[in-house]
């Protein structure tokens, strides 16, 4: 009887844990529009979160990247024309100067 009920507990718990998780990313508070960003150094546009990933376009100063994604404390994730065609790619965020540290998906005000 007490495994049952334990049972009972740990599979509520858990769907009211989903519930909960789903309704926070379904809020409309976020602001997922890409945010327009000029390079201020060279810097390369890679396909991975690694400075060994291959280089999928170089930057130079002054380019403009859209910034769709603030990925980690490191990388940004970002959309740009490169020979007539949008890559998307990693961007290491010292590439933006301090505008690199904003987020890219920020709050509405």
């Known amino acids: 009887m007490k495994r049952t009920a334990l049972l009972f507990l740990a599979v ?4 009211a844990a989903c519930t909960s998780t789903r309704d926070e990313m379904g809020k409309a508070g976020v602001d997922r529009t890409p945010v327009v960003h000029n390079t ?7 396909d991975g979160m690694k400075k060994t990933s291959i280089i999928l376009a170089q930057t130079t100063s002054g380019n403009e990247v859209q910034v769709t994604d603030t990925i980690n404390a490191y990388f940004v994730r970002v959309r740009l024309e490169k020979d007539g065609q949008t890559k998307v790619g990693y961007m290491d965020r010292r ?3 301090e505008r690199g540290n904003e987020r890219g998906n920020r709050k509405m005000k």
């Not at 509520?12 to 769907?15: F, H």
């Not at 201020?40 to 890679?46: A, G, K, L, R």
């Open 12 to 15: 509520s718990s858990l769907l």
């Open 40 to 46: 201020i150094v060279d810097c390369p546009v890679y």
């Open 95 to 97: 590439c933006f100067g």
